[in-house]
């Protein structure tokens, strides 16, 4: 059986301010850690990990594979790479001489395109398990997981896939919907929408929030009414800066991404496609129209 390897994350520095505090490969994806997606992706596809870099295949540490690419580049030996249209090689196989130019397939080069990949990992989960009991009045459309420990107070209602970690506290009266998934001990409370995005532990958006197409790292605790604005008024896709320089999303909608231990004034409001450098903070009432790295 063939082999693959997946060297150790290297410069990841458009994902920033996530990856300051954890490698890429640790980073969650509908609660799992993109190591642990990668490696199940391929040894779905018939693939065996290898120890070292002598596999038959080496892998991107940040490549994301849709499964059907995945799949024709392993069953057929004549490819010897995988690239997408940024020139990024994905895959590289020992003896293949043709490239298979992916066009699902993606590397996770800025911090947006995390979302991108955890929307995917959550529309391919197939099991969803309720392990904890909720309030009777929960009102579920769509897909829910709940881990063990998990308290779901009244008038919860949850559209889409949303994955609720263990030890959390929901409710009462929220709203969760997109792709949202929530890590351990979070407690997302009174009046708070969230929609499309990833907490993980130890997080807090407790009271009269609107958190939308965002990241929020660990222990980052959102003082009530902060809002996030995830949407130009030109309807365009959103810019933001990486390294001194501006990049273009892709995305119509962003909202923030945060790193860990970030806390927020009440009322802060925060314009579309801000970043927060861990450990940072605002001031209640504060306007967020730029990144803020320290």
Not at 69 to 91: C, K, N, P
Request: with cysteine; hydrophobic share 40%.
């Amino acid at each position: 059986m063939a082999t693959f390897h997946i060297p150790v994350s290297g410069d990841s520095n458009g994902c920033h301010p996530l990856t300051l505090t954890r490698s890429l490969a640790d980073f969650p994806l509908a609660n799992l850690s993109l190591r642990r997606h990668q490696q199940a992706a391929l040894v779905a596809a018939g693939l065996t990990e290898a120890a070292g870099p002598d596999a038959d295949i080496i892998v991107h540490p940040a490549a994301w594979f849709a499964s059907a690419e995945l799949a024709t580049f392993v069953t057929d030996l004549s490819y010897g790479t995988m690239t997408i249209a940024e020139g990024v090689v994905l895959l590289t196989r020992k003896g293949g001489t043709r490239e298979l130019r992916a066009t699902q397939s993606f590397a996770i080069t800025y911090s947006w395109d995390l979302l991108r990949a955890n929307v995917e990992a959550m529309t391919a989960r197939k099991s969803y398990v309720q392990e904890s009991g909720a309030h009777a009045s929960l009102y579920v459309d769509g897909r829910l997981q709940v881990g063990k420990g998990t308290k779901i107070l009244p008038g919860v209602v949850i559209e889409g896939d949303v994955i609720i970690g263990d030890n959390c506290k929901v409710g009462p009266n929220c709203y969760i919907r997109g792709s949202t998934a929530i890590g351990d001990k979070c407690h997302v409370g009174q009046a708070v929408e969230i929609k499309n995005s990833i907490l993980l532990p130890g997080t807090n958006v407790g009271h009269l929030s609107y958190l939308g197409d965002s990241i929020l790292g660990e222990k980052v605790n959102f003082g009530a009414g902060t809002i996030t604005s995830n949407l130009r008024h030109d309807g365009g896709a959103h810019r933001s800066p990486v390294e001194g320089r501006m990049v273009d999303t892709g995305r119509r909608k962003l909202g923030a991404i945060v790193g860990d231990g970030v806390h927020t004034g009440i009322h802060t409001s925060i314009y579309p496609g801000r970043k927060f450098w861990p450990k940072t903070s605002t001031l209640p009432g504060a306007i967020v129209d730029k990144d803020i790295l320290a």
